[in-house]
């Protein structure tokens, strides 16, 4: 990779960093350094609040990028701004990620010495994205060599395996990262990126499939995986119980059947090892049976082992898969290495067990790596400027550390002891056995020994450890389970005769013979822990703090409460109180004094000196202090960021001076050369136009004689047959004659109006005419086709079944039929859905409908739908008549509304013939019998219609000519419709 130095956009990147101090009122400060009240906690999440909610989620603590998870897609990330960070100074752009990752890359590069970049935080934080990022940003800009190109590929997609294989849903977090991953990114002394090696601890398909694919699995290793994880699935479902005789028995065979076979391994050998174990005494081999608890705990250590392993050998070959083959190009003494370490976080949870004991005691010592870097590189600095290092009060965890890891005398150390010692060890001996050993250390209580109201928050299994990051209490009960976690000779033997190709290389012949006691899971953690560190401590480091703003992975939201409790556990607030016990502000000579020289006469606009003596002027012009700043070798520090704000409060209120001074100068600089270029060029445009002038004027007037004869020739032979002195004026006059034509055609077809033709274009004309016409009566009968036809098919039905029927027929005729008289929104949405898509509502109708017995009168809806007639009150479908059941429909031959639907008095689900009265008959009875093909079934009665009720019953409407329009009851039972005459 090439740098190159870009003077201008390096000066507006500095412009856009320098001016975020500008902007602090409204997005607080981006480096936690410039905080005035920094000892403040309140002050510290209010300036994390301020910024989270302008969509900034980095800030600095000087060296140290402080992550809130956005919980959103961000246009930050873009190739765009991968390129805008590139080769930037660290405090010359705005917080990111980006730019911690080059800032790292460029020291690998200029000074030749490994990096790695430690990212923690809690579940949830935003950790293993930052990662992800850092691979992206890495992978975009490192030089591409042959089939590297390959290699990235792969190492973007080394990250959904290993999260689908090393992730599980906590409390906190549906995925959580249940291991410390540190990956090894090796370049060499190009700076090419051809390597990436993960180290862990021991602890959508579709797209895991692809990665593995892509990775270099091939169909076979990628089944065997699957096998090896179903297996611990079902080793999880094999169940024990005890026998006549007290033996332990595996009680779920089927399941010992399918693990047998995924396994590789004979079953009865897979059940004999399960419930009994290889003792050796005096050179012989004898068989004991396990108790129900130690089967159990066997059949649990085998899972944990085949998983671990299985996960292992993943890890190895995802290594192989990256490793580059030329060792020799790639060799130590020319390639050089950024370590990326992405692990869990402190962890607080109402219950804590080993598990969480472990992961907190990860971070004790990573706290106390980041607080000795923070503080060397910081005296380093110092040292390089020539300034002297005062001494930093802070709390050292190292006492907190011993506490777990001390030899004969630390937890851990305790909790093997225990483990390993004959006689009945339990977790309550444990607790004992610490109580006495540590029962004074100021950083460890109990409930025994501790007093007054502490005594109430601790159980009686409980210990307190205070943590750098609070108090956490740890239950007990499982430690020396979990501690132990050893996994017995036999069931070791049997996966080694496993069939399993992984299994195979999991499970090596060499274990059988080794005889020592394999160490337990805490003393695992620890050596591995102290082999982490000692890889950290040999690099340079650089920090991602990362911070969940709430649980619920809102955008937007922001917890207070959340906030600070991770804030204290990370140590963000002793970092910066470590860092601010030195200065809050430092820059290089050359960037302060070019940001800040216009406020001293002296250094504006131009120092020609020293940097060093110009910076001393300028600081003395403004007045600052002795015990506000100090002068390095090649930087100013400045203690105080009030000091900071007031030089800039200042450079703001003289940028209307500098504003006007430039204006005037470069105002009067450039008229002046203007008048002198515009002179010069007027001189030769003139002349050269001039020219060209002349030249096209003649030229126009020549073409313009030309034009004119050819016209009037033309004109004078516009008679004769066409011949070369009239082609010109003919073909004008068609032309003008077809674009008259154009903006004079008819808008419709009674306009009769059409230009009159030339003579030779008579023909053309008419046909013209004709097809204008044609299109004209064209489109006015695809716009009316449709809806008429549709019309006159229901007019024609109508006019056949009423037409000299029924008094009120010749009435409706000029009327036209509507859609429907019930739009959409006036039906119940609940009737919309019980009758569905498929019953889809084609014509709606208010009506009333009439009680079979007294005839009261009810207000409905009748709705017409692809398969029967439904008659609806409000959310409720009172009656639905199928059409294939509708046996015929009567109405009257007088104006009445009335119409009588008849159903079969068999059916059981009918109560009978419907009796509905509409104001829309004729459209209503003509639409339902249509739609029920029942055009040949409409009876028009003259005087009366009988219809039945239920039970086999009838009854009878009686229809009388009269004044007015009664409905009424009679005596003898009937319904009496007196309706007026249409005349």
């Keep these: 990779m090439r740098y190159r130095r870009r003077e201008a956009g390096e000066g507006a990147v500095r412009l856009v960093m320098e001016n975020a101090l500008s902007a602090r009122d409204r997005v607080g400060v981006q480096d936690f350094l410039l905080l005035e009240n920094y000892n403040s906690e309140a002050a510290f999440i209010e300036n994390l609040r301020r910024r989270y909610r302008e969509g900034l989620i980095y800030t600095?603590?000087?060296?140290?990028?402080?992550?809130?998870?956005?919980?959103?897609?961000?246009?930050?990330?873009?190739?765009?701004?991968?390129?805008?960070?590139?080769?930037?100074?660290?405090?010359?752009?705005?917080?990111?990620?980006?730019?911690?990752?080059?800032?790292?890359?460029?020291?690998?590069?200029?000074?030749?010495?490994?990096?790695?970049?430690?990212?923690?935080?809690?579940?949830?934080?935003?950790?293993?994205?930052?990662?992800?990022?850092?691979?992206?940003?890495?992978?975009?800009?490192?030089?591409?060599?042959?089939?590297?190109?390959?290699?990235?590929?792969?190492?973007?997609?080394?990250?959904?395996?290993?999260?689908?294989?090393?992730?599980?849903?906590?409390?906190?977090?549906?995925?959580?990262?249940?291991?410390?991953?540190?990956?090894?990114?090796?370049?060499?002394?190009?700076?090419?990126?051809?390597?990436?090696?993960?180290?862990?601890?021991?602890?959508?398909?579709?797209?895991?499939?692809?990665?593995?694919?892509?990775?270099?699995?091939?169909?076979?290793?990628?089944?065997?995986?699957?096998?090896?994880?179903?297996?611990?699935?079902?080793?999880?479902?094999?169940?024990?119980?005890?026998?006549?005789?007290?033996?332990?028995?595996?009680?779920?065979?089927?399941?010992?059947?399918?693990?047998?076979?995924l396994l590789g391994v004979d079953g009865s050998i897979l059940k004999e090892a399960l419930t009994h174990k290889k003792i050796f005494a005096k050179g012989e081999e004898m068989i004991s049976p396990f108790s129900l608890e130690q089967a159990i705990s066997a059949r649990d250590s085998l899972a944990k082992a085949t998983y671990g392993r299985a996960f292992t050998w993943l890890v190895q070959k995802i290594n192989q898969s990256?490793?580059?083959?030329?060792?020799?190009?790639?060799?130590?003494?020319?390639?050089?290495?950024?370590?990326?370490?992405?692990?869990?976080?402190?962890?607080?949870?109402?219950?804590?067990?080993?598990?969480?004991?472990?992961?907190?005691?990860?971070?004790?010592?990573?706290?106390?790596?980041?607080?000795?870097?923070?503080?060397?590189?910081?005296?380093?600095?110092?040292?390089?400027?020539?300034?002297?290092?005062?001494?930093?009060?802070?709390?050292?965890?190292?006492?907190?550390?011993?506490?777990?890891?001390?030899?004969?005398?630390?937890?851990?150390?305790?909790?093997?002891?225990?483990?390993?010692?004959p006689g009945d060890a339990s977790d309550i001996s444990f607790l004992e056995k610490l109580e006495d050993t540590l029962g004074t250390h100021a950083h460890f209580v109990t409930h025994k020994t501790a007093n007054g109201k502490i005594r109430k928050a601790i159980g009686r299994e409980e210990f307190r450890l205070v943590h750098y990051a609070g108090e956490v209490n740890y239950n007990v009960s499982g430690f020396l389970d979990k501690n132990n976690d050893l996994l017995y000779r036999h069931l070791k033997e049997v996966m080694c005769q496993s069939k399993n190709r992984i299994m195979s290389q999991c499970f090596h012949v060499d274990e059988l013979m080794?005889?020592?006691?394999?160490?337990?899971?805490?003393?695992?953690?620890?050596?591995?822990?102290?082999?982490?560190?000692?890889?950290?401590?040999?690099?340079?480091?650089?920090?991602?703090?990362?911070?969940?703003?709430?649980?619920?992975?809102?955008?937007?939201?922001?917890d207070e409460v959340l906030v600070r409790h991770q804030v204290k556990y990370l140590g963000l607030m002793e970092n910066l109180r470590v860092r601010r016990a030195g200065f809050a502000y430092r820059r290089n000579y050359e960037v302060f004094l070019e940001r800040y020289k216009s406020l001293c006469p002296d250094t504006w606009p131009n120092w020609h000196g020293k940097l060093s003596e110009g910076v001393a002027t300028l600081v003395k012009h403004l007045n600052y202090k002795p015990e506000e700043y100090k002068l390095g070798r090649s930087k100013i520090f400045i203690h105080f960021p009030r000091t900071l704000f007031v030089t800039e409060d200042a450079l703001e209120a003289q940028k209307q001076t500098i504003a006007v001074t430039l204006q005037t100068s470069w105002r009067g600089y450039r008229e002046r050369a203007k008048y002198h270029r515009i002179r010069q060029a007027a001189i030769v445009i003139q002349s050269w136009w001039r020219g060209v002038k002349g030249r096209r004027k003649a030229q126009r007037r020549r073409q313009a004689a030309n034009t004119i004869r050819k016209f009037i020739k033309g004109f004078i032979l516009c008679n004769e047959p066409r011949c070369l002195d009239n082609e010109y004026f003919l073909d004008h006059v068609r032309f003008s004659f077809l674009m008259k034509v154009k903006r004079n055609?008819?808008?419709?077809?009674?306009?009769?109006?059409?230009?009159?033709?030339?003579?030779?274009?008579?023909?053309?004309?008419?046909?013209?005419?004709?097809?204008?016409?044609?299109?004209?009566?064209?489109?006015?009968?695809?716009?009316?086709?449709?809806?008429?036809?549709?019309?006159?098919?229901?007019?024609?039905?109508?006019?056949?079944?009423?037409?000299?029927?029924?008094?009120?027929?010749?009435?409706?005729?000029?009327?036209?039929?509507?859609?429907?008289?019930?739009?959409?929104?006036?039906?119940?949405?609940?009737?919309?859905?019980?009758?569905?898509?498929?019953?889809?509502?084609?014509?709606?109708?208010?009506?009333?409908?009439?009680?079979?017995?007294?005839?009261?009168?009810?207000?409905?809806?009748?709705?017409?739908?692809?398969?029967?007639?439904?008659?609806?009150?409000?959310?409720?479908?009172?009656?639905?008549?199928?059409?294939?059941?509708?046996?015929?429909?009567?109405?009257?031959?007088?104006?009445?509304?009335?119409?009588?639907?008849?159903?079969?008095?068999?059916?059981?689900?009918?109560?009978?013939?419907?009796?509905?009265?509409?104001?829309?008959?004729?459209?209503?009875?003509?639409?339902?019998?249509?739609m029920a093909d029942k055009i040949h079934n409409i009876n028009i009665s003259q005087d009366r219609i009988r219809f039945a009720i239920a039970r086999g019953k009838e009854a009878v409407i009686d229809f009388t000519s009269g004044s007015d329009l009664r409905v009424i009851k009679t005596k003898n039972g009937h319904l009496s419709v007196t309706t007026p005459r249409m005349s």
């Design 322 to 421: 990256l490793a580059f083959k030329d060792e020799v190009y790639y060799s130590s003494k020319c390639s050089s290495v950024i370590g990326l370490l992405d692990i869990y976080g402190f962890e607080v949870f109402q219950h804590n067990s080993f598990e969480q004991f472990c992961i907190n005691y990860c971070n004790e010592k990573l706290q106390q790596l980041f607080i000795e870097l923070t503080l060397k590189s910081e005296q380093e600095e110092y040292e390089a400027e020539g300034i002297v290092w005062e001494r930093v009060e802070y709390f050292n965890n190292k006492i907190i550390c011993d506490l777990v890891e001390e030899k004969h005398r630390g937890i851990i150390a305790i909790l093997d002891e225990e483990c390993l010692r």
């Design 745 to 930: 055609l008819p808008k419709s077809v009674l306009d009769k109006s059409w230009p009159r033709p030339p003579p030779s274009l008579t023909e053309a004309s008419e046909h013209l005419h004709r097809i204008c016409m044609r299109n004209l009566v064209n489109d006015y009968i695809k716009k009316i086709q449709p809806e008429w036809k549709k019309q006159l098919e229901q007019k024609v039905v109508a006019s056949a079944i009423f037409s000299g029927q029924k008094d009120c027929y010749p009435q409706s005729v000029p009327k036209l039929f509507v859609a429907t008289r019930l739009e959409t929104e006036e039906i119940n949405l609940k009737i919309l859905q019980t009758l569905g898509n498929d019953n889809k509502v084609k014509y709606g109708v208010d009506v009333i409908k009439y009680d079979r017995h007294g005839f009261r009168a009810r207000v409905r809806q009748l709705l017409l739908t692809t398969s029967a007639a439904v008659l609806v009150q409000e959310a409720k479908i009172k009656q639905r008549i199928d059409y294939s059941a509708l046996l015929g429909i009567s109405v009257s031959s007088l104006s009445d509304g009335f119409l009588v639907l008849h159903i079969p008095t068999a059916d059981s689900k009918q109560k009978g013939d419907l009796v509905l009265q509409c104001d829309h008959v004729i459209e209503t009875v003509t639409k339902l019998a249509i």
């Design 514 to 558: 080794d005889q020592k006691r394999p160490e337990t899971a805490a003393t695992q953690f620890k050596l591995s822990l102290a082999k982490l560190m000692e890889i950290l401590m040999s690099k340079e480091p650089a920090y991602v703090r990362c911070i969940k703003p709430n649980d619920a992975k809102q955008p937007g939201r922001f």
């Design 60 to 261: 600095y603590i000087g060296s140290v990028l402080v992550s809130v998870n956005p919980y959103r897609e961000l246009e930050i990330y873009s190739k765009q701004n991968m390129e805008r960070h590139r080769g930037v100074s660290f405090y010359e752009i705005s917080p990111h990620i980006f730019a911690l990752a080059d800032n790292s890359y460029r020291a690998l590069r200029t000074e030749r010495r490994d990096q790695c970049i430690l990212i923690s935080g809690e579940s949830g934080a935003g950790k293993t994205e930052a990662s992800k990022k850092i691979l992206q940003y890495y992978t975009h800009i490192c030089p591409t060599r042959n089939n590297t190109h390959t290699i990235r590929e792969r190492l973007l997609q080394s990250n959904p395996i290993l999260e689908a294989f090393g992730n599980a849903k906590t409390l906190r977090n549906d995925n959580s990262s249940r291991f410390g991953k540190y990956m090894d990114i090796q370049f060499d002394y190009k700076g090419n990126c051809p390597r990436v090696s993960a180290i862990s601890d021991k602890n959508g398909w579709k797209v895991v499939r692809n990665a593995l694919t892509i990775i270099g699995f091939n169909e076979d290793e990628i089944q065997e995986l699957m096998e090896i994880v179903a297996s611990v699935l079902h080793l999880g479902n094999t169940q024990f119980g005890e026998d006549e005789e007290g033996e332990t028995q595996v009680t779920t065979e089927p399941q010992l059947r399918y693990l047998s076979q």
